[in-house]
Structure formats: C-alpha cells, structure tokens
C-alpha cells in the first residue's frame, strides 16, 4: 500500500534461548508483542547469535556483550530500511538485559522512544551484589546468611567483572577457592550464569548512567511491583530522576501493582514465591496470570510520541 507504519523493535534478555514463541502462542511476551501489533505497529525481533533460525558461525554462548550488540545493531539498521516502516518513528522495548543494550544503541541512533521493563541501571558488578546481599533475602535467605554469602562470593565477582584475568588462573586461584565451591555461581567451564565468563565482564565496562546520561529521545522506564530480578523500582526512580536532571529530555516512570519480571499478575508475593517454588510458575503458559496493563501503558506512551512527532 506504500503506508509506512511506526514500530517497536523487542530486544531480549540475557538468555541465550529462542524468541519465536510459535509454540507458545500464550507466552506472556508473545500476548504483550500481539497487542503491539493490534494497536497498529510494525513489531521486529532478532534472535541471538545461533539461536533458533540465526544462520552463521558465531554462538549465543560464545560472544561477549558488545559482539550480541552489534548484532542487535545490525537487525535496528534493517528495521529502518524496511519501506513500510516509518524510520522517524521507531522505538525500542528492551526487556530485562534488553534493557541495557536499549540505551547503548540510543546513543548512536535516533530513535522515537525507547522503552524498558525490569532493567538494570546500575554498574552490573553492583547488580551483581545485590543478587546475593538483597535478592537472596526474597527468597527467604537470612539476613546473616545473605551477609556472609556476599562476603564469600565477592572476591570472585571482582575477579571476574573488574579485571582481565585468565579464566583457567582464575579458577585454579586460592584466594577464590571457597568462592567457587560454595556453588553460589553455576559455572560450567568457561560458562558462568549460562554465557561465556567474557560476556558479562564486557558489559561491567560499560557506564549505564552515562549512555542514559546521553539519551536524545523520550524514555519510559516501567518496574513490575513483584519484579524479583529487577530487585526494586530503585533502577527505574534513579534512572528517571537522571533522564529528567539533564532537561533534553523526559523520562516517564511507571510501577505496575502485583506483577513480576514476566509480566505476571499475582495477588502477592507470597503467591509468586510459592508458584517459583513448586514449578507452577510459567510465563510460557501463563493461563490467567498474564497482566495486559504493561502492554497498555507501553502502547499508550509510545502512541502519544507519535502523535508529537
């Protein structure tokens, strides 16, 4: 028809597992996804490097951060080539650790919007604490137990994501012995939490702040109340009160009652911890869980930039 349309290109999170939800038509990312494309956009996703139909030679769990950039890069420069798709108005909805790469492709893009769900603000090496000082106590870890897990995972985390340390010399370290037994990080080879040892202490180079710092176009940050990953709506306040310091630009914060890091709705916490615990947790088929008000207040923001635009 020669209509050009605006769109939203999903990004992923850290998981090196496919995103065609053709199996799972109830996938609670797939019924937020359709309803994106219902309110009239173009929706464009990309698999990861080796994942799914991704043809070619690199591997999901062989690259570092910036390598997966790049690819997500590439697949944006498409998008904007497509000719029905409006390049004035394409934003990007960064989920989890997609989250992340969001604002690093902002800053060398012109881009609409850009819009996060459960991100990470801070350095990861911080996050990455966080996990065992605070996450861990959601889970019903003691607050001394949490200490001490901190205190023993801590030199490795440092090892790991502050310096350039050989894999093999790291793991045959001393001082990181009792790190690595205690089995608070699952490492398998040169795996460790499911990717390459490199590719998250490539992303610990990067400055979140600072690219968020950067951002020349509206942003929305939404947290899901429940969102365990995502720790607290700490990351969407600090990174809302930054956008909107700097006056270029406005930054929208939303927190959305009851609902988790996979856009779940649960009548309390407790109610999501137990479903975690027991297995009965699956956002692959969500049944009534799936909460549609994410999807809401993603379209209505994106839908009045465009009007503005």
Known sequence: HGEKRPAMYYIQGYTCQSIDHA?????????????????????????KFGVGDSQGELRCEDVDFTTEMAGFEAGLNALKGYDFVDDSKVFIFGHSLGGV????????????????????????????????????????????????NTDTVQPL???????????????????????????LLPIQGEQILHRHYTFFRDLNRYDLQQAWQQSQQPVLAIHGEFDIQAISSDWAKDLGATINAQNKTQATVKIIANTDHGLMRYPSMQALQSDMGTGAYRPGSPGTHYNPAVAEVLIDWMQKIGKQK
């Not at 199996?23 to 937020?32: I, R």
């Not at 990861?124 to 889970?139: E, H, K, R």
């Open 101 to 148: 790469y969001a604002p690093l492709l902002a800053k060398t893009h012109e881009l609409a919007g850009v819009a996060v769900y459960g991100a990470v603000f801070k350095p990861w090496y911080d996050y990455m604490l966080d996990i065992f000082a605070v996450q861990s106590l959601m889970f019903g870890t003691s607050q001394a137990e949490a200490k001490a």
């Open 23 to 47: 199996m799972f038509p109830e996938a609670t990312m797939q019924q937020l996804l359709n309803a994106v494309v219902q309110s009239g956009m173009v929706v464009y996703k990309i698999e």
């Open 157 to 183: 985390l440092a090892a790991w994501l502050k310096t350039e340390q050989d894999w093999q010399n790291m793991m045959a370290a001393p001082a990181l012995q009792s790190a690595i037994n205690s089995n």
